[in-house]
Each structure stands twice: as structure tokens, then as C-alpha cells.
């Protein structure tokens, strides 16, 4: 079993439309968490963290996170084709201790 | 603020040959990581620095690999002898552990071919 799951994908969703894209842990000791996004050829930048469980919203990106469920996802609203990338999520205990990406979500936006 | 440099960006090898990259952190970060991102997959920690010292070393193939920060700034990574498996993008990043503003900055990378 891999410490953080991701769905591979492709994940296609229409311009305009909201992504969805999902996370699983192994790790009941994580708490933070991140979702990268990272365009082809390029280094991940951090899109969002999250710590505690609940929604965290910014700009048009919201993370989810549900400890009980060890569930963690990311909601991209109105995607724009601008947006397809591959988006890792990774997490990890404090100080980024036994901290893991997943695999990574490739998201096409079609315009 | 300057980000995280790295060099080279590309570097191509034949199995057995030796190799390194350099990474020099953003100024002031105490926190420095070397990943392996193999195509298709999420990067891998290879070796956590804290300051000078290594905090996570648990992924990092020993009998090939070695890496340091003598200095508590910037760090090489060495791989003696490459094998064709190492062929992946090698990611420095940095962090200043400024509690919950934790964050990762990653440089561009070292592309690493072996042929």
C-alpha cells in the first residue's frame, strides 16, 4: 500500500466546469497536508496547504480534508485550460516528517 | 527573494559513470530536500537536512548515493556508480519550518539521463 493514492487519471473536465480530484493516506500520524500542481518539464509549486479537517478556500481552489476518512481532496472551480497540469498531493507528519507525494492527477480543461 | 538554484539542469552519463548536482537553497531556510522524481511518478525523498544535520536519510540508496551540506547552506548530491534506474529528475527544495506557514520551495531540477 502506497503512503498517498492518487487516481492517475487523465481526469477531463470542460472549460468552466469544476475538477475534482482525490487523495487517500496510509499514515493516521499525517497532518499536513499540500496539493502541488506541476506543468510538464516543470518543478511542483504549491497550490494549497491544509492542516486541519473541514474545507480551506482560496481564489477558485478549495481543499478538503477528513482525518476519520484519511481523505483529502482538491476542488478547482471554474477551470480554465490554464489549469491542466498534473496536481500531486502529498503529506506528511510536523516538520515534514515521513512526508509522501502521490503520484499525481493529470487534469486536461478542454476548452 | 531568490528561489532555489540548482545546477546543472541537464546531465547525461553512462551507467558506472559518477555524477553530481548541486543545490543552494533560499536564504535562510534551515530545511533542505533532495527528491527523485522518475517520469510518470511523484517525487521520492531521498534525504532531509536540518541545518547540517541529516533528519531523514530512510529512502536514500546508500551504496550509490551520498549527499551533504557541510555547511548548513547549500548541498550536493553524488551518485557513484549511476545505474540505468537513475535516470529521473533530481528536485532540490527548501523550507523554513516557520510553523503553520510551512512550505516547500522547489528549484528547476537536474534531468539526469543514463545511458
Redesign the interface.
Known amino acids: 500500500q502506497k503512503e ?1 493514492e492518487q487516481n ?1 487519471g487523465p481526469l477531463s473536465v470542460p472549460e468552466g466546469a469544476i475538477a475534482s480530484l482525490n487523495c487517500t493516506y496510509s499514515d493516521r500520524g499525517s497532518q ?1 497536508f ?1 496539493w502541488y500542481r506541476q506543468y510538464s518539464g ?5 497550490i494549497m ?1 491544509i ?1 486541519s479537517n473541514g474545507d480551506k478556500e482560496d481564489g477558485r481552489f478549495t481543499a478538503q480534508l477528513n482525518k476519520a476518512s484519511q481523505y483529502v481532496s482538491l476542488l478547482i472551480r471554474d477551470s480554465q485550460p490554464s489549469d491542466s497540469a498534473t496536481y ?1 498531493c ?1 503529506g506528511g507528519r510536523n ?10 492527477t493529470k487534469l486536461n480543461v478542454k476548452p | 527573494e531568490a528561489g532555489v538554484a540548482q545546477s546543472p539542469r541537464y546531465k547525461i552519463i553512462e551507467k558506472r559513470q559518477s555524477v553530481a548536482f548541486w543545490c543552494n537553497p533560499i536564504s535562510g531556510h534551515a530545511t533542505l530536500y533532495w527528491y527523485q522524481q522518475i517520469l510518470g511518478q511523484g517525487p521520492k525523498l531521498l534525504i532531509q537536512f536540518q541545518n547540517n544535520g541529516v533528519v531523514d536519510d530512510s529512502q536514500l540508496p546508500k551504496d550509490r548515493f551520498s549527499a551533504e551540506r557541510l555547511k548548513g547552506v547549500d548541498s550536493t548530491l553524488k551518485i557513484q556508480p549511476a545505474k540505468l534506474e537513475d535516470s529521473a529528475v533530481y528536485l532540490c527544495a527548501s523550507s523554513s519550518l516557520a510553523g503553520d506557514t510551512d512550505t516547500q520551495y522547489f528549484g528547476p531540477g537536474t534531468r539526469l539521463t543514463v545511458l
Not at chain 1, 516538520?95 to 499525481?104: E, I, L, P
Request: no cysteine; aromatic share 26%; charged share 15%.
Open positions: 498517498v492517475s499536513s499540500f516543470k518543478s511542483p509549486e504549491l496547504s492542516y500531486l502529498a516538520n515534514f516528517n515521513k512526508f509522501y507525494f502521490g503520484s499525481g
